[in-house]
């Protein structure tokens, strides 16, 4: 590909060809941790990290960036549906990297780190070998292996058994979902995509180290660490100084929401179902389109657990109320003549929310804070139908 030779002539242009023959030279270079602040999209709203690489002597200035991914790739939809997209690393000048974000109005703040001359030669030799074009592309995991964890990985391979995380003095255990929740709470749609998608691996307690996946974490992190046993022990990075300086991004409130959205549907179906036991009405449209909506979203999700290689989505309890066999009760409740398994399989969906309800209570999985309308609605309306579809004149109204 001409992309891989055009990043092997930047490399051996930047670095020079015998650049980690001595220490010597290495002096010569600065690296530095950037970070980036969140922005108010969702593929950029957890931040970004880059890795800063300043030759002193000639003014060559690159960031090297693992967060990059080809949209014009073979199959791209169908390989980040499954899992299977790779990203890469690529590399611009600190000049664009800075241009960038100042156009998107998102702060950047530097941490320089203080490496020996000796772990300096290491790590450019450890950047010129992710640098070589068939050693650029990586199996992308949001929480394992990212643009942040790249860097976290090159850091710990370079400094090794010297380097010493220290844990902050406020410690908060949190899960991996505590931490996406922090930065998509103002993204309501967005934070309830990602509750129905990934399951309960994510409901586990992130150890300090494996909340680096996210850069403010990681910014942080490298903050507090030490090297230690090559002379007085000293601080990994330099304070953090402001690169570029804006406001967090504020990303606008919309009233229509998951939380609206789905109390306005609650508030439907209780209204149907007093209509309905008034008059001695079933108003089964209603159900149709409820359970073919569940049904649908319950593919989604055991297609994301059992077909594609996302680590996240597995053992995802959403399924026990958006069960895809809800759309052959869908089909059965369309029948003129509802059959006998119809009555029983109301009983079976009602079971399944109240395991749901209770996997929740008992923190098996968290789900999301707007599906509880929804709950309720598949309570109340399997409830409702399981006693009266055989006693109440059937109606399609």
């Not at 664009?96 to 450019?124: C, D, G, H, V, W």
């Not at 309800?357 to 804070?369: K, N, T």
Request: glycine letters at 6%; charged letters at 15%.
């Amino acid at each position: 590909m001409k992309s891989t030779y055009i990043y092997k002539i930047v490399i051996l242009l930047f670095f020079g060809l015998n650049c980690y023959s001595s220490s010597l030279n290495a002096q010569t270079y600065q690296i530095s941790l950037l970070t980036c602040d969140p922005g108010d999209e969702l593929y950029n709203a957890f931040g970004h990290s880059g890795l800063r690489v300043l030759d002193l002597e000639t003014g060559n200035d690159l960031v090297f960036n693992w967060g990059t991914f080809d949209f014009g790739a073979p199959n791209f939809y169908g390989n980040f549906a499954l899992g299977k997209l790779d990203y890469y690393l690529s590399f611009s000048t600190y000049q664009r990297f800075i241009y960038n974000y100042q156009l998107e109005q998102r702060a950047i703040r530097e941490q320089i780190l203080n490496l020996s001359p000796e772990q300096t030669a290491k790590m450019l030799s450890l950047l010129n070998e992710n640098a070589r074009p068939e050693n650029i592309y990586y199996r992308y995991d949001f929480f394992y292996d990212n643009c942040a964890t790249r860097i976290r990985d090159i850091v710990e391979a370079t400094i090794g058994d010297q380097l010493v995380w220290q844990d902050p003095a406020d410690l908060q255990e949190k899960t991996f979902r505590d931490l996406i929740d922090e930065y998509v709470y103002d993204m309501p749609w967005a934070d309830l995509g990602i509750d129905l998608a990934l399951g309960s691996v994510i409901d586990t307690q992130a150890s300090e180290r494996e909340k680096q996946f996210l850069p403010d974490y990681m910014e942080a992190a490298f903050a507090r660490a030490e090297i230690v046993g090559d002379g007085p022990a000293r601080a990994l990075v330099t304070p953090s100084q402001p690169i570029l300086d804006f406001p967090p991004v504020v990303v606008e409130q919309s009233i229509f929401n998951p939380y609206v959205l789905f109390w306005v549907v609650a508030f439907a179906a209780i209204i149907i179902t007093f209509v309905g036991y008034k008059r001695k009405k079933l108003f089964i449209g209603f159900d149709m389109a409820f359970f073919i909506i569940l049904g649908l979203m319950g593919f989604v999700i055991a297609f994301l657990w059992f077909i594609t290689e996302h680590t996240a989505t597995l053992y995802n309890w959403n399924i026990l109320w958006a069960f895809p066999v809800h759309l052959a009760l869908a089909y059965g409740l369309a029948l003129k003549t509802p059959k006998p398994w119809v009555r029983k399989y109301l009983l079976f969906a009602l079971i399944l929310a109240d395991i749901a309800v209770v996997f929740w209570i008992l923190g098996w999985q968290s789900f999301h804070p707007s599906i509880v309308p929804l709950l309720l609605v598949i309570i109340l309306r399997t409830n409702y139908l399981y006693y009266n579809l055989e006693r109440i004149k059937f109606s399609q109204v």
